[in-house]
């Protein structure tokens, strides 16, 4: 695999193909840096870096693949030779940016999924061509146009989204969403109209930095003083909680495994933490990133320590090749150079 020279932000495969995103400017191949605008892709099976390579102006903090289309949202003011504001769609052969799908952005778009024949986004966006927006909105995918269906509010900033069992599933800062308290830092949203889903009510007490949603399960991965995966039911109940020393940023999962990613240190024992995070009950050794159960969270032997302040912000699983991904910020996987993007089988 491919190190790169900034953070990997985002990562999303495709058949036999991983794409990236982030503050990169080159992927490293043999020692050798190749020109790389912030957007990748890499062939998941060989490690060989593609030739695909659309440039983008600024930082990307999401990636989407639907169908034959790459969906982006980040910093930026170009890609591909064409001016897009924050928001883009780009082919996911050739790279060539789509002259449909344009709009103007106030606020910085931070997630983006696509499911139910749209693009959800969410960040700090305030409104979109002009019309309002509570830091979500919805574009349709077969058009591209601004959802005018699709208007939720939340108080505070989006860092997360997903969908699922009929739903969008939102984490953030959020205390409120469409003005009703209850919901705070993770909610469950009808896809079509933006209502809120009543049942759906865990209430975490704590920053939600990212989901994976399965058929039977909702997986988060907090901050705090301490972080934390906890999976939930899609009623809203909690079914477990693993802590660790530090901030949980990332989660995907992979057959009866849970992957966590994260700039913690150590794994604890028990899900009682203390001021900065400390382990209570003892712990384990776990650098950046550790392997759940997905029955009842009790840590798994595996380890691939990386290194890093910010450590591990993204992951990304695919059943078909059977492989975890993660970026970041880190310059070492199992005490070997691999900078900011590593795959696993």
Not at 73 to 85: L, N, Y
Not at 224 to 231: D, E, L, Y
Not at 238 to 261: H, N, R
Request: aromatic share 8%.
């Amino acid at each position: 695999m491919p190190s790169f020279n900034g953070a990997v932000l985002t990562i999303a495969y495709a058949k036999n193909t991983v794409y990236v995103g982030g503050d990169f400017t080159a992927a490293i191949v043999n020692g050798k840096p190749v020109a790389r605008g912030r957007l990748a892709a890499i062939d998941a099976r060989t490690g060989a870096l593609l030739p695909w390579a659309p440039p983008a102006d600024g930082r990307v903090k999401a990636l989407v693949v639907s169908g034959t289309s790459i969906y982006l949202a980040g910093d930026f003011a170009t890609v591909a030779g064409g001016k897009r504001d924050s928001l883009a769609r780009v082919d996911a052969a050739s790279g060539a940016l789509h002259s449909t799908f344009k709009h103007s952005i106030a606020g910085r778009p931070l997630a983006a999924f696509a499911a139910h024949g749209r693009l959800y986004v969410g960040g700090t966006i305030t409104a979109v061509d002009g019309q309002a927006r509570g830091r979500l909105a919805a574009f349709s995918l077969s058009s591209g146009k601004l959802d005018a269906r699709w208007q939720p509010t939340a108080d505070d900033q989006v860092e997360t989204i997903a969908a699922g069992g009929g739903r969008v599933y939102v984490g953030g800062r959020f205390k409120k969403i469409n003005n009703r308290s209850g919901y705070g830092r993770l909610a469950a949203l009808d896809p079509a109209g933006a209502t809120i889903v009543p049942t759906f009510k865990p209430q975490p007490p704590v920053i939600t930095y990212a989901l994976a949603v399965t058929g039977d399960a909702v997986y988060t991965a907090h901050g705090g003083q301490g972080g934390r995966i906890t999976r939930f039911t899609p009623e809203g109940a909690l079914k477990w909680s693993a802590a660790f020393d530090g901030d949980a940023q990332a989660v995907t999962v992979l057959g009866d495994t849970v992957y966590a990613g994260g700039h913690f240190d150590r794994a604890c024992s028990t899900a009682r933490t203390a001021a900065q995070g400390v382990c209570v009950d003892g712990s384990d050794n776990r650098i950046k990133l550790a392997a759940l159960s997905v029955a009842d969270g009790h840590l798994l032997d595996w380890t691939a320590d990386a290194n890093g302040v910010e450590g591990v912000l993204a992951l990304a699983s695919s059943a078909k090749l059977g492989a975890v991904a993660m970026g970041g910020s880190f310059t070492t996987v199992e005490g070997r150079q691999q900078k900011r993007f590593a795959q696993f089988s």
